[in-house]
């Protein structure tokens, strides 16, 4: 007995130091992340990647809106538009208000024709008439009272005025007067009146064209308040070339996202039990979703589905999944990246 | 392809390990199962030793016996030393024919029952000492894998209510007690199996072991019971003749 024990115990020892120093911790498992789902999902990006662009300009290298006629820049606008606040909504045409607005244009022109002509007669009615706009009228008079020391510096200005008229001395109080209802926030400081009065002859000569400025800036104004009924506020410099109304490639599913899609149309799959060989009823369907998520049209089959009879009722089968678990739920501001889908099914991992 | 290591946060899981971080009742049991083992594999060892020297030693007495040397003879060589299996039945049987003569015993019946039945009495003592210890074999094997399954059921428990204190359920958490755990039944099957395969295989042994010696032990009465005839034969020829 004491020889089986001797041999036992050492028999023992030995598998026991092997053991610790053979079985020691076990090798960690190398687990491969496979997607063991039937149903594979290829997102379109061929199709929803889009970078902005003009819809009727000629292709170019890079794509690029119209360039804006503003350059005023509005602070994180992000459509390129004329518009002075940032808005979704396309522009509305402007083709219409145009001719109008031209129209109204040519009036105004021959008026200050007439004026440089008028006599004192009209100063006072415009200094009777000036009355109205009320609260600027003070600072008025004083300009007045400073035309009075402007015969000091006649000398200077008779030059000029012995060449054009004699006439002209006198209606230089004129020009004065008009150009001030506008201005009528700056005319307070008595040093720069001063300096107008220095001038009298050049002011009449700019007068029509002053008069034309400020047309254009009404105008200008009436078609600005026009195109911020739409549009953005992102200005654009560039020449116009071919591409989509935005940018769409920030717009991808996620892989979740791309989960959800792919169990939606799983469960709804019948796989045609009984296949004689499953490797050979791999399916591509290609079909198109509208913002609701319902299916619109046919599913196309782009692979599969062709030859024996078991590979068309696997095919159809496909189909009728995609057609059966519509409307699919998918985040709506995304539908750019999911309004075109292919889906693979392959059930050969499923036997 | 991105891959995931699935490793135990912060411990070795080598046997050793293991065997460290269980309970101490899970160390009991293990320490239990390994004594059991030890031991089975010492009688595993000693068992199979004894018989194959007891095979050796019925082949070499058979081979004596049925030389056609003269059982007084041989008688006197075997008594004097310690004998085993055949050797001892013989032994036991010839002291029982040698004291009945020197008693001069008169009935024959009466002498072959008796050595007959010091025949049978060492037989049942060669037996007891070719089959003892195998009991324990058979204790072993059908008990291990069960003392094993409580050590394993009772670190599972307490893996889990050590897994239900912690709050998480993660893999790794719950992997290294269950691991643990198992490792008790690991080394009840490792007692049990050999102790099994063992006892099923000795005791086929000995049985065989023990058929041979009861051949033997049936021939050599047979053998006395027509001496013992003869005895009384000649006897009663000679009162006749007297």
Redesign the interface.
Known sequence: ?K???A???T??AALLGF??FS????R???????EALPVDIVPVESITQVQEGDRQAPAERRPAPRPTLRTDEVENAQKVGEAETDLKSPPTPDAKPKPVERAAEPPPAPAPRPQPVETAAEEAQVAEAEPVPATERQPEPQPRQEVTPDPTDKPMVAENAEAESVTLPRTAPVPQARPQPPRAQTAKAPERRQAEAETPAPRQQARGEKKDDELFDQVAALLNKERASGGGARRSTGEAALGGTRTTAGEQLTQSEMDALRGQIQRCWNVPAGAIDAANLKVSLRFRLDPSGAVEGNPEIISGGDGSGVARAAAESARRAILQCAPYNLPTEKYSAWADVIVHFDPSDMF | MESVALTAPGGELSIWALFWQAGWVVKLVMIGLLGASIWTWAIIVDKTLAYARMRVALNRFEQVFWSGQSLEELYRSLSERKTTGMGSIFVAAMREWKKSFEKGARSPLGLQTRVDKAMDLALAREMERLEGKLGFLASIGSSAPFIGLFGTVVGIMTSFQAIAGSKTTNLAVVAPGIAEALLATAMGLLAAIPAVIAYNKLSSDAAKLGARMEGFADEFSAILSRQIDEKVSSRQRAEEYA
């Open positions: 007995m020889t089986g024990l041999i036992s115990v028999m023992h053991g610790i079985l020691s911790t076990p960690a498992f190398e687990v491969a992340d496979v």
